[in-house]
């Protein structure tokens, strides 16, 4: 009389799982995207989403160049006018 070997329990791996649910007669089938151009754009969404998740933004000046530039004029203009009211003030 054969005995029977208790089944072992394979491991399930997402490979697995896969390989169980490709069959359209698999209760698993309907679980996944089996169109490969809608899978791979899936994909790539979840890809964008892990990446946008990990970024640290830090906010910049905005202003354009142009206003950047007459704006350190002026600041210069009013350094000198400073220094210059010193001086006048010191040879006093």
């Not at 007669?25 to 890809?47: G, I, V, Y």
């Not at 910049?60 to 004029?73: G, L, M, N």
Request: aromatic share 4%.
């Amino acid at each position: 009389m054969r005995e029977k070997m208790p089944r072992q329990p394979r491991q399930v791996t997402p490979n697995r799982l896969i390989e169980e649910a490709t069959p359209e007669t698999s209760a698993l089938h309907d679980r996944f995207e089996w169109d490969n151009a809608k899978a791979a754009h899936q994909w790539r969404l979840k890809q964008a989403q892990e990446f946008l998740s990990s970024l640290i933004i830090e906010e910049q000046d905005t202003a354009p160049q142009s206003k950047r530039e007459s704006q350190k004029r002026k600041s210069q203009k009013r350094e000198k006018q400073t220094k210059k009211k010193g001086k006048r003030e010191r040879e006093k």
